[in-house]
């Protein structure tokens, strides 16, 4: 959920609980499934305290459509309504074919809670709604590098798949003492661990070193379009403005056998690839959430799961449309209301609006930014991102081939160079046939 508590949390679950009986088998035996690949997505129960099954039904329908398999519940074992939410959460899956497993937030969660964790996978490790992989229930965690799942396997009355979230791929080398099947990373962004926020683009080190130290265990690689959070407890933005494509692209070449996009609805943290939902609790992140929709990276992503799931190299368009985004303001604005400081990683950024085109034949792809002049370039079939310099006022997107214009629109949200509260999210948005 946050990383702010990578470090902390690793210090707190320094202490190993005794290794089971039942330790999982040795790498070379466990089976893969070669031949199935799944997408999740991270979902935040702590902030979905008053969900409703209809909430959730409506949320899953969503994932559905584009291809998501499941949400994986990110929970607290402090929020009294966490059993309340899992339970709706599995009954509406069930509900609508979809599927879920827990993730268990160890910030919150630790060492000496296996009972309660036994519990829990007890209760849904079976249920017709879990997510099973190799014919065993996944289960996953936010940090918890430290837990033993052997106790938690052998009191559960069902073959469970553990895929703890690793803060160091080496750690992936005691991971059969800690009877754990791979690893989930957490680093969807540039970044040399923990919160340090280095330039960009985007690489695959990190993804690299997983795959390496997991041998042929499973890697779970996290997808992510963005990250900025304005809390007192942590204020930054990373470099991550091609990431919505370039993620996907490198995950197309990976080819890992699970991803899990960062993430559903955390909205305090800007990544958040679905429906702003009313109904969440708010702390605060309305100020630069609400009303910073961010539901066409939907339709981006589409396309790239598709091609994911088909193990191919590129994804097919079958709908021809435009995805931009772009932030409120430039970089170097200085706000006039706002109790905290612009965010750490502002100076790394571009003054920059970005443009997917999906296009089943090449095109001329015209962006006029506010008032800078009209940019046009050609663009080819498939999905290519196009970047041009920020200007002030309105942000105007067209589409031509062979002389005819075939989309056109502008963007929901004028740029300006005046603002209250630093806000570094972006207004994501499509324009369609």
Request: hydrophobic share 35%; proline share 5%; with cysteine.
């Amino acid at each position: 959920m946050h990383l702010q508590h990578l470090f902390k949390a690793a210090a707190a679950l320094a202490s190993v609980l005794p290794l089971s009986h039942a330790t999982t088998l040795a790498r070379s035996a466990r089976r893969q499934s070669a031949e199935s690949k799944y997408v999740f997505a991270h979902f935040m129960v702590g902030i979905v305290e008053n969900y409703t099954l209809a909430d959730w039904e409506t949320d899953m329908n969503t994932a559905k459509d584009i291809g998501i398999d499941a949400f994986a519940l990110n929970c607290a074992s402090i929020d009294k309504y966490t059993p309340t939410q899992l339970a709706l959460a599995y009954k509406a899956a069930a509900a609508v074919d979809f599927k879920v497993f827990i993730s268990f937030d160890f910030a919150y969660w630790s060492n000496g809670d296996t009972a309660n964790i036994t519990e829990y996978m007890q209760t849904y490790a079976g249920h017709p709604a879990q997510m099973q992989y190799n014919d065993a229930a996944i289960v996953s965690t936010f940090v918890g590098d430290s837990f033993d799942w052997g106790p938690v396997k052998a009191g559960t009355n069902h073959s469970l798949w553990a895929l703890p979230n690793l803060q160091d791929p080496a750690e992936s080398s005691t991971n059969t003492q800690r009877s754990a099947d791979g690893a989930f990373s957490w680093y969807g962004w540039p970044t040399d661990g923990g919160n340090s926020i280095i330039s960009g683009p985007m690489t695959t080190r990190w993804d690299d070193m997983f795959v390496s130290d997991l041998g042929n265990q499973t890697y779970m690689a996290p997808v992510s379009p963005w990250f900025f959070t304005h809390f007192n407890s942590k204020n930054w933005v990373f470099i991550c403005e091609n990431l919505p494509t370039l993620r996907w692209e490198q995950i197309l070449t990976l080819k890992p056998s699970l991803v899990e996009i960062v993430t559903w609805n955390d909205y305090g943290e800007s990544h958040y690839i679905g429906p702003y939902s009313e109904s969440h609790s708010d702390d605060g992140s309305s100020e630069w959430a609400k009303g910073f929709p961010h539901d066409a990276w939907r339709d981006l992503y589409k396309p790239y799961i598709q091609a994911y799931k088909a193990g191919e190299s590129s994804p097919t368009i079958d709908t021809e449309e435009l995805v931009y985004w772009y932030r409120p303001t430039p970089k170097d604005v200085t706000c006039t209301n706002d109790t905290l400081p612009a965010p750490n990683g502002r100076d790394l950024l571009s003054d920059t609006v970005f443009v997917a085109t999906m296009l089943k034949d090449n095109a001329t792809l015209t962006i006029t930014s506010g008032s800078e002049k009209p940019v046009s370039v050609e663009v080819g079939a498939g999905i290519v991102t196009t970047n041009v310099t920020m200007g002030l006022g309105t942000q105007s997107f067209s589409v031509s081939r062979n002389g005819e214009t075939i989309l056109s629109g502008d963007g929901g949200l004028k740029i300006t160079d005046e603002c209250e509260t630093y806000n570094y999210n972006v207004y994501v948005g499509a324009v369609k046939e």
